[in-house]
């Protein structure tokens, strides 16, 4: 009778297999991350374009301008564009009832049944043009703060009090509840419309926010940039010193940001998005085709950021 006997790997092929295997991981991980990170932008710009259509949409209605929440006190630009986040910052335009994770509310979120704008109006600007709110999360987002008492109305400073700032994931909401804006993905720059004599080019209307109170046009303060734990009133007003920028916590880190634009494009913008945009007019005579202030040097002052 013939025995067979199956031979076992010695411990050299083993370790040979393995060392296959590990670099092949090796090769491989880099080249998913890049598709992962992608897939992500492409997804974002999508986001994007989405949203400029639907604020199109709602432009066409209100003789070409874009969402303007009501606010108390004068009609004055002065006034309506430094209180634009009364209602809870960029989510007022899609819920006036801000629940989030019901441990850190908004604007409405201990009002059953939300809250309302100046004047009674309970039905949120955006919300008879926007399907779903799929749109408002950007899936590279990882991570956004609640400050609490940060926004102050009647002021163009809103930054975060010392200790007032809470780490939060980014949660695509489901319903009118679920939008807070630490579930919203991305600013909005109220107080344009869809074609200006004055402008020469189209000037961004929403994209990707940054991980801090983007609150005016000197908003994107590099929040990346400073230690964890660190976000407070003081460290906030050193980066606005030089705002524009993105952090490397920012939703694709400090490489730049998607935004769609007042002619409904929407495209990666990786500069310095203050300066390219809403940079006071240069008393040295150079010049930027896509600064909204080329032609009335004030018009950046009769638009507010919010997030």
Not at 101 to 109: F, S
Not at 206 to 229: H, I, M
Request: with cysteine; aromatic share 10%.
């Amino acid at each position: 009778m013939t025995q067979h006997f199956r031979r076992a790997f010695t411990l050299i092929e083993l370790l040979v297999v393995i060392a296959v295997i590990a670099l092949l991981i090796g090769i491989l991980l880099p080249a998913l991350g890049k598709a992962r990170a992608t897939a992500q932008l492409t997804k974002c710009l999508a986001n994007n374009r989405q949203m400029g259509l639907s604020m199109t949409l709602y432009a066409n209605e209100y003789k070409s301008w874009y969402p303007v929440m009501p606010v108390p006190g004068p009609v004055t630009p002065a006034n309506i564009y430094s209180n634009q986040s009364l209602y809870g910052g960029v989510a007022g335009l899609f819920s006036l009832e801000q629940v989030g994770d019901g441990a850190n509310k908004c604007y409405g979120g201990n009002t059953p049944g939300g809250d309302q704008y100046f004047g009674g109006n309970r039905t949120p600007l955006m919300q008879p043009y926007l399907d779903a709110f799929g749109v408002l999360t950007c899936p590279a987002d990882r991570q956004d703060r609640w400050f609490g008492l940060a926004y102050v109305a009647g002021t163009t400073s809103n930054f975060a009090y010392p200790g007032a700032s809470v780490l939060k994931k980014p949660e695509a909401p489901g319903k009118d509840q679920d939008v807070i804006h630490y579930n919203i993905s991305y600013l909005y720059i109220a107080g344009l419309k869809t074609d200006e004599s004055a402008i020469i080019n189209p000037a961004p209307i929403w994209g990707d926010e940054t991980d801090c109170a983007d609150v005016g046009t000197k908003a994107w303060y590099r929040a990346g940039e400073t230690a964890p734990g660190t976000i407070t009133a003081e460290a906030t007003f050193a980066q606005a010193r030089s705002a524009g920028w993105y952090g490397r916590v920012d939703n694709h880190a400090d490489r730049g940001a998607n935004f769609v634009f007042t002619d409904g494009h929407a495209d990666w913008v990786k500069d310095n998005v203050h300066d390219t945009f809403f940079r006071s007019p240069d008393p040295g005579g150079r010049t930027n085709p896509q600064n909204i202030n080329l032609i009335d040097k004030n018009r950046s002052k009769r638009v507010q950021t919010i997030d």
